[in-house]
């Protein structure tokens, strides 16, 4: 027998400062959604690190990247991983 579980979403509603910090690196979100193919490939597999939609460092992992970027907690840091052969596209509703 097959239970079906049911999960609620609920709506979020960010508060001031986290409104503030999505606009603030929204330029960044969008420069790493739209990463030229040659960028891909160069990065394909690594770590990244953008900042005011640039790439400010990429290492083979993220331990790497974080001695790279020094002790930064820096929220307007945006990391990912540049998976090999795959594009990962999303969307941010408007």
């Known amino acids: 027998m097959i239970s079906k579980s049911r999960r609620r979403v609920r709506l979020w509603s960010p508060t001031v400062q986290q409104a503030e910090f999505l606009r ?8 790493l959604h739209d990463l030229p193919a040659a960028a891909r490939q160069q990065y394909a597999g690594q770590w990244i690190a953008a900042r005011d939609a640039e790439i400010i460092a990429a290492a083979p992992t993220r331990a790497e990247l974080r001695k790279t970027l020094g002790d930064s907690d820096d ?8 998976e090999k052969g795959v594009t990962i596209r999303w969307r941010c509703p408007s």
């Open 24 to 31: 603030a690196v929204e330029a960044t979100r969008r420069f």
């Open 75 to 82: 929220p307007s840091i945006l990391k990912l991983r540049l």
